[in-house]
């Protein structure tokens, strides 16, 4: 069933002056918009697929999406969109080229004929954030937006990350981001970024495992390192109650206060849809 939250100040006839974030994936199609004037969220919208839809179905549904919503057919000011995919690299600054994406994309995945690259940087950190998108993803938001820029979904984590629970804290912070059957983690410790992963999951034990696993390797203390969820996980999830018999500060994300959100979207988890708020943190 799709989600619908609009603010009572929402206008459809004055879009060219609003913010719009999109974030799309294999487990649905959400956005956002913002007014800038008032730094405020006013509209959010989410529209899940089926667990079964392929890489070809997505970009029918896309289009579908795009072409008929009547939010979406209109102009805004800025347009942010975040493909959610597992494929990106993390490279630091001094090493980064933009001639050479090519390169470092594939030290790390295959590079598909219908890949098209992008790279953000970071206001955090020196470093940049490679990743791919379907050039039919793509061209149908060039197709859709004036002067679309595109980001991937951890960049945003990250940046949320290190201003929320970086800065003076030295304390190590674990950050999970929940999508369909993939999940991000990140790792902070004051202005640094410890560590970012991302990696599939079939139920809720390998979940478990392998956030566990990450506070094994990196020697984080799960009576002392707190691990906040968010995304699509519930506090009512199996997988919260599991974790939290191994993780003594655990908790789940709370929207970033860089803005302030309608009342209306109360109505849903405060963490859910964190990750596309916060895109606007990216730049």
């Known amino acids: 069933m799709d989600i619908v939250f609009i603010d009572e100040t929402f206008d459809l006839n004055q879009t060219k002056n609003y ?4 974030q799309a994936g294999l487990d649905g199609y959400s956005f956002s918009v913002l007014d800038p004037l008032r730094n405020k969220y006013i509209l959010l919208k989410h529209i899940p697929f089926p667990a079964e839809v392929s890489h070809t ?6 289009e579908d999406i795009q072409g008929n919503d009547e939010f979406l057919t209109r102009e805004y000011k800025s347009v942010y969109f975040s493909f959610q ?3 990106y690299t993390l490279i630091p ?3 980064f080229n933009k001639d050479n994406l090519r390169t470092y994309f ?3 995945h295959v590079l598909g004929e219908t890949d098209e690259i992008h790279y953000n940087g970071f206001k955090g950190i020196d470093a940049y954030n490679l990743f791919v998108i379907p050039s039919a993803i793509s061209n149908l938001a060039y197709g859709s937006f004036v002067d679309v820029r595109f980001f991937h979904q951890t ?3 990250i940046e949320h990350g290190l201003l929320s629970y970086g800065g003076k804290s030295q304390r190590k912070t674990a950050i999970v981001n929940v999508y369909g059957n993939n999940s991000d983690i990140v790792v902070i410790q004051g202005d640094n970024l410890l560590l970012c992963n991302s990696f599939p999951w079939k139920d809720d034990n390998d979940l478990v495992y392998f956030i566990l696993y990450i506070y094994e390797q990196l020697k984080l203390d799960g009576i002392e390192t707190p691990l906040y969820l968010t995304g699509e996980i519930s506090k009512q999830s199996e997988v919260y ?7 003594r500060k655990i908790g789940f994300d709370k929207r970033d206060d860089h803005f302030t959100y309608s009342y209306t979207f109360n109505e849903t988890e405060h963490h859910r849809f964190n990750n596309l708020f916060n895109l606007k943190l990216c730049v």
Do not use: A, V
């Not at 179905?57 to 896309?62: A, N, R």
């Not at 109650?241 to 993780?247: A, Q």
């Open 155 to 157: 960049t945003s984590l």
């Open 106 to 108: 594939e030290f790390n």
């Open 19 to 22: 913010h719009i974030s999109i």
């Open 85 to 87: 995919s597992p494929r």
């Open 241 to 247: 109650e599991m974790l939290k018999s191994y993780i």
């Open 93 to 95: 600054g001094p090493l």
């Open 57 to 62: 179905i997505l970009e029918e549904k896309i």
